[in-house]
């Protein structure tokens, strides 16, 4: 078995950097790798949801997984979204991110296909099997239809040993401690910023390890410092008082369907990180210019020395 990896405190979903003519742009993704390695980002989800997989062929994502898991191998510890549309095309792409050293893979339920919990747990253990390095689980129904309730993942924690994270953005506090007591508080539970689900305080509070975020692409430094587990009450009161702090940014992080709103922000924020491919739109203008104001106002570029 290989060393696994337990992603905890702030765990950003990078984006996927394009040029002008819309091929990935790998140079630009190292320096976002390089910008989180020294502002106290925790781990790196390449080609999550924010990395637009979707849109990107095999070879592109192949050659992500490639040259990233290089790149990050020393600087930061990398997990690569590898979901594939079938079991057998996921378990392909997992076992090739583990042959290029990837530190570890994070996979969600299949979206459209909406199969049940029998399949979505056979799902689950036949890719956390075919691998040997760190497994996270996303859980995100509102992009995939499928939930993954808190029986499947607490029978998967118990059958299945390399599974390090659950990565909650289902907006139920139920859920969190269901899956927390179920599994004795051994898996990591990590959820989404979204200010519209407000689970960033409720999984803290319940033992959670940490968020996996977008903010943290424009603010990485602040939302570090909000997503530590809480061990005394110090770390309550600086989480409670950076949450409200950072709402509007977090507000601006969402302002329109991810990545769309967050890539626009990183670009603004002075990262040559291109558009999303169609049929992602760009924000309108009047959000754009929200987002330069919320920028502006927590000074951004000054504080991490950009432009």
Known sequence: MAQLIYPEGSWVA???????????DLGVMRDLVDF????????????????EPTTLTLEERKRIIREMAAYCRGRIH????????????TIDLARYA???????????????????????????????????????LYNNPARVIANVDPATIVR??????????DKEAMPSVGQLAAVYDGTGGRLPILCCDSPAYGLVIPTLGLGGRGT???????????VASMSRPWTRWEDVENCRRLYYELLPLME????????????????????PVGHCRPPLPDPPPRILEAMKRVIERFELRKLYGIG
């Open 14 to 24: 990078i984006v996927t950097p394009f040029g002008e003519n819309l091929e990935p």
């Open 78 to 89: 990398a997990f690569f979204g590898v979901t594939m549309g079938s079991t057998a095309m």
């Open 156 to 165: 998967l924690f118990h059958e299945v040993p390399n599974l390090v994270a």
């Open 252 to 271: 601006a992080a969402y302002a329109a369907t991810n990545p769309v709103a967050i890539k626009a922000m990183i670009r603004l924020l002075g990262f």
């Open 36 to 51: 989180h390695a020294v502002n106290h980002t925790g781990t790196l989800l390449v080609m999550g949801s924010t990395g």
């Open 212 to 222: 996996a975020n977008v903010t943290g692409n424009v603010h990485p430094r602040a």
């Open 98 to 136: 583990q042959d290029q050293g990837a530190d570890g893979i994070v996979i969600v339920v299949p979206p459209y296909l909406a199969p049940p919990q029998d399949a979505v747990f056979a799902y689950l253990k036949q890719v956390c099997s075919s691998v040997e390095i760190s497994v996270g």
